[in-house]
């Protein structure tokens, strides 16, 4: 492989390394344990919401370039519409969030805080909001914010997993288990973190009482 070859396939697998990063932080910001009650899900899914927005397009981006750019050169064509997708459900968490800020009551931010700190005052403040104002409140906002993390997970997965394939076609990455090698990396958090759950069901709440 000539010198000039050698410097396209580093810079392109620098971009698929980026990506694994960028995959590795929407898994980890998305994933939620989920609870039967409703105040402290909707407290966690507005806390993750919070968390996500600043970085989660900038992460999405860096997937959807990898995807894009490897498949132009592995020859092939790629599905544009999905990579908008992806970016499309970035920009939804990033509204929720915004959301999340008008809706929560009031929070002044003391000067010890952090964003951290901040954010799980505002979460509070949303999920008890929503409580006091009924169920379906609480399970219209836990079934959107859920529906837009699964979207997001999903998308970067796939698109991922292709980038992954393209660069095996032209020989730059090993036909191995590239993602699924990666993906038991992330077994410990998927466990401690609880797999996306799902949408509150008041039925099933009461069982075991």
């Keep these: 492989m000539s010198e000039t070859a050698q410097g396209y396939a580093q810079a392109l697998l620098e971009l698929f390394n980026d990506a694994v990063k960028s995959y590795n932080n929407i898994v980890y910001k998305t994933s939620v344990i989920g609870f039967w009650d409703v105040e402290s899900t909707v407290k966690e899914l507005a806390f993750k919401a919070l968390y996500a927005h600043n970085d989660i397009y900038s992460d999405a981006e860096r997937i959807a370039r990898a995807y894009l750019v490897s498949s132009a050169v592995a020859g092939k064509r790629p599905d544009k519409r999905k990579a908008r997708r992806l970016l499309s459900a970035a920009k939804k968490v990033e509204r929720i969030a915004e959301r999340v800020k008008v809706m929560a009551p009031p929070v002044e931010k003391e000067k010890t805080w952090g964003n951290y700190d901040y954010a799980l005052k505002l979460a509070e403040g949303l999920a008890k909001e929503l409580a006091s104002r009924g169920d379906r409140s609480a399970k219209t906002f836990s079934d959107r914010v859920r529906a837009v993390f699964r979207e997001i997970n999903e998308l970067s997965h796939e698109l991922l997993e292709e980038a992954a394939n393209n660069l ?42």
């Design 168 to 209: 095996v076609t032209i020989g730059i990455m090993p036909r191995k288990r590239v993602l699924e090698e990666f993906e038991e990396g992330l077994g410990d958090l998927a466990a401690d973190k609880g797999e996306l759950s799902e949408p509150i069901d008041n039925d099933k709440r009461g069982e075991g009482d």
